[in-house]
């Protein structure tokens, strides 16, 4: 599976969007791209994935670069509840979906 | 709910004691997952079942064990727990991936401590 990379940390206030980045240079035509976040001492939830085209769900959007080398996870109103650490993993539906995960960006959103 | 469920939530054991964690599903997945989390770490996949296919990660050391005597429940066993197995153990399913890929749902997860 392809490796990504994500900043280490980041802020945002409360009601603004968050836009997460994440660079997936090596994915490949059939891996997907996952957004799982972690809240403080609970299990890894799932966000939202998409391929090629950009998705929006009731959580976030994913916006997914046309080279497919990189995407933003958007959280459009962040709340003091989104504050957690954001994971980006890319993974193929031939690998039984399985997850690496990285170190992930911790988020925090300031009231 | 449709969810998964881990018992208990905290768990101490005495080194070297073995010591079993369980998780349940009422989401009838057919792939069950087990993850260890140590304190500041991201998840690292100890292994999973593809319905009654176990699939060990390569570097998941031998005192780490499985079971999954049903769809619904998987089990995980330290044979000898060492201080360095205190972590956060996190179960997950999802469905068989087929032709597509699929979100992993996670439980709340089993705090190991080891004294």
């Known amino acids: 599976d392809a490796k990504t990379t994500q900043p280490t940390s980041m802020d945002c206030a409360e009601g603004r969007a968050a836009n997460l980045p994440c660079n997936h240079s090596?994915?490949?035509?059939?891996?997907?791209v996952y957004w799982y976040r972690q809240i403080h001492s609970q299990g890894p939830q799932y966000i939202i994935h998409?391929?090629?085209n950009n998705e929006t769900n009731e959580m976030a959007s994913l916006i997914i670069t046309e080279d497919r080398k990189s995407s933003t996870l958007i959280l459009p109103h962040a709340t003091l509840r989104d504050t957690a650490v954001y994971y980006c993993?890319?993974?193929?539906?031939?690998?039984?979906?399985?997850?690496?995960f990285g170190s992930g960006t911790r988020l925090s959103i300031r009231p | 709910d449709a969810m998964v469920i881990q018992n208990p939530r905290y768990q101490v054991t005495q080194f070297g004691k073995p010591v079993t964690l369980s998780c349940s599903q009422t989401?009838?997945?057919?792939?069950m997952y087990w993850y260890q989390q140590k304190s500041s770490q991201a998840p690292k996949l100890l292994f999973h079942?593809?319905?009654?296919?176990?699939?060990n990660e390569a570097d998941t050391p031998d005192n780490f064990q499985s079971r999954r005597p049903n769809t619904s429940f998987c089990f995980l066993d330290i044979r000898s727990p060492g201080l360095g197995d205190a972590a956060m153990y996190l179960c997950?399913?999802?469905?068989?991936?087929?032709?597509?890929?699929?979100?992993?749902?996670f439980g709340p997860g089993t705090r190991l401590t080891v004294t």
């Open positions: 997950a399913t999802s469905r068989d991936p087929g032709k597509s890929s699929y979100e992993q749902y």
């Open positions: 090596t994915i490949s035509g059939n891996e997907y």
């Open positions: 998409g391929l090629k």
């Open positions: 993993i890319v993974t193929s539906y031939s690998s039984a979906s399985k997850i690496i």
């Open positions: 989401l009838n997945h057919n792939v």
């Open positions: 079942y593809y319905d009654k296919d176990f699939n």
